[in-house]
């Protein structure tokens, strides 16, 4: 039996019927599809909006806008400063917001989700490639995949700014705005940690773990969350979401926070 081994510039394997697969196939990269296409609506809709986006009484800021940095934040929501104008294609969170596209859009389950789902490239397995010839990453634009370490590094930064604009909101009380923060900076944490160049620099060059008895205890709490990595990048959507929607809905005055203790 022959093997064939694809490789850059190499053709696809003819094969005269699009599949010989008689499940739904094609469920999975449509869900998929249809749910990024939704959140980047969403987002891209909530970071060009600039309002409701700071809850001074409570000291909530949504992550979509952390940190703010332009001058046309509200009062309390700019911890770092306003060196940015306030220019209407400038997002507040000008400096983080590309870091973070970069990180997911160069993270190895978010790559093979939008090739499958947008590129079709292949849709699913045993199911033929759209296009006619295979690259790989090697070329334009697609040769900035290998970014992704430095990416995570910035992630990890940003994470950090995360975890404290969900402390400083215990400042005035607690409610379920907190509960929220929170909830939404522990998935984060976990997503990040879970990246693969996360557990590979956790301990990929090692070449005896019980010489590093710390770091094998960190490469094995990694290997963990990275078993749920395509799990965790759905679910951080999810609290993204649901915290700036949330955020947005007290901003705007369509409710009131639930607050336990004031």
């Not at 409701?52 to 911890?79: I, M």
């Not at 557990?199 to 963990?224: C, E, M, N």
């Not at 679910?235 to 915290?243: F, K, P, R």
Request: contains cysteine; glycine residues 4%; charged residues 15%.
């Amino acid at each position: 039996m022959t093997t064939t081994v694809s490789r850059p510039g190499a053709k696809r394997a003819a094969i005269a019927a699009r599949t010989l697969r008689t499940d739904r196939w094609w469920l999975a990269p449509l869900i998929t599809f249809a749910g990024l296409s939704a959140w980047v609506l969403y987002a891209t809709v909530r970071v060009f909006m600039h309002k409701w986006y700071y809850v001074p009484d409570f000291h909530y800021l949504t992550p979509f806008y952390s940190p703010c940095l332009t001058d046309r934040c509200v009062e309390g929501s700019a911890e770092f400063g306003t060196p940015l104008p306030s220019f209407w294609l400038i997002p507040e969170a000008a400096f983080t917001l590309p870091f973070l596209l970069l990180f997911r859009l160069t993270c190895y389950y978010y790559r093979k989700a939008y090739y499958r789902a947008f590129w079709l490239s292949p849709p699913a397995c045993a199911v033929p490639d759209a296009h006619a010839k295979y690259t790989g990453e090697t070329r334009f634009p697609l040769v900035f995949q290998n970014l992704h370490r430095y990416a995570f590094y910035a992630a990890t930064i940003i994470s950090v700014i995360n975890t404290w604009d969900a402390i400083r909101s215990f400042g005035t009380g607690f409610g379920l705005g907190n509960v929220i923060l929170t909830a939404n900076v522990v998935m984060l944490w976990a997503y990040t940690l879970s990246c693969h160049s996360c557990r590979h620099i956790a301990g990929g060059r090692l070449k005896h773990f019980s010489k590093h008895p710390v770091r094998y205890r960190f490469w094995t709490f990694v290997s963990k969350l990275n078993a749920r990595h395509m799990l965790l990048a759905w679910v951080t959507l999810g609290t993204l979401a649901l915290t700036d929607f949330y955020v947005m809905a007290l901003a705007a005055g369509w409710w009131p926070d639930l607050r336990f203790i004031s």
